[in-house]
């Protein structure tokens, strides 16, 4: 595989990645709601989960490609940014849109 292509894998598996807590009312999207309802504070550590998840596939793809790079601060504060970004649509969705309804 190009590395082109590693890169377009990865963005849009963040960009599913990063909906995903706002579109699915079960827990790590696999575990039913007790009480069948999601909370913000779920819906965020479930974010922040897919953040590391998302990270490591990249690490994964970057060691398949040649030698990891060492990173600092500023590429955590860069790509979590980014992450937030992409998930604007779902949050959107889940309490703008569906918040009238």
Known sequence: MSQSLFIALLL???LIAANLPFISQRLMWALPVPGGHKNLAWRVL???LGYAIVGAI???MERALGQNQAQGWEFYAVTGALFLTFAFPGFVYRYLLLKGR
């Open 12 to 14: 849009a598996l963040a």
């Open 46 to 48: 479930e974010l922040l």
């Open 58 to 60: 990249g690490m994964a």
